[in-house]
């Protein structure tokens, strides 16, 4: 069976391939202001699902699925206090997932998943893009879900999401967000400031019908990184500045 998966994801990627080769180039986006947590080399988005190290096989390699970089961020907001303090209050977690073009698809949904351990819950973040060719089994599209893995997870093993986590491709990443506020007081233990995302890794797949005397829905991984360093939610907000002239 892992043959012929093989199979099919190098059907699969020389379709997606084809397709885009025909369009005109895009410039890979420019770096992000924050220092990601995962990296990954460029080109080496060809279904072989080889890790940190792999050669740079363009134009055997699909752009818009290929993994630069993975950033972890607080979002914040900062609210003056008198005359010179400075309240700094985190609002959300942000991941964004940059590539060498911009995240989409020229042929079958691509699904762009972050794996880790939150607060001791492992699980995924994903979120998918859809192309001319979806399936009725794929994810919808540009929807963020948290995938739960384990019993000890705040909602179980499942996958949850909520309509205000958004997932959005922006200067050259897919850009997603979690709001603090819209999270359950159980998932609130798990996903806050504090708390510590350890051994992130990403990778990026899709789903695809096999040969019909198979009759099944294979999936093909196009990319994935190596594991990278842990982060703290809310360590990258600055420290409140206390007022000290015209307080309240």
Request: hydrophobic residues 40%; proline residues 9%; aromatic residues 8%.
């Amino acid at each position: 069976m892992a043959d012929r998966n093989r199979v099919f994801g190098r059907v699969l990627l020389g379709a997606l391939l084809t397709t885009a080769l025909s369009l005109p180039a895009i410039a890979a986006a420019a770096l992000q202001a924050s220092t990601p947590q995962v990296t990954d080399p460029v080109g080496d988005a060809n279904g072989s699902e080889n890790i940190s190290g792999s050669r740079d096989t363009r134009p055997a390699s699909y752009d818009p699925a290929d993994i630069v970089d993975v950033a972890l961020e607080t979002e914040f907001t900062s609210t003056p206090v008198g005359d010179d303090g400075i309240d700094y209050e985190p609002t959300a977690l942000l991941i964004r997932i940059r590539t060498v073009a911009p995240p989409k698809s020229d042929g079958p949904t691509i699904t762009y998943i972050l794996t880790s351990s939150v607060g001791g819950c492992s699980g995924r973040f994903k979120a998918s893009i859809h192309g001319p060719l979806p399936l009725a089994v794929d994810p919808p599209d540009r929807v963020l879900q948290w995938n739960e893995l384990g019993q000890n997870c705040p909602d179980g093993a499942s996958t949850v999401s909520h309509p205000s986590w958004s997932a959005v491709v922006e200067s050259g990443t897919f850009a997603w967000r979690i709001p603090f506020a819209s999270l359950t007081p159980e998932q609130t233990d798990f996903i806050a400031p504090g708390k510590t995302i350890t051994q992130p890794r990403a990778f990026t797949q899709t789903f695809f019908a096999g040969f019909a005397s198979f009759g099944s829905i294979v999936p093909g991984r196009i990319d994935k990184t190596a594991n990278g360093i842990e982060f703290v939610i809310g360590s990258d907000v600055p420290e409140d500045i206390l007022c000290t002239s015209g307080c309240p």
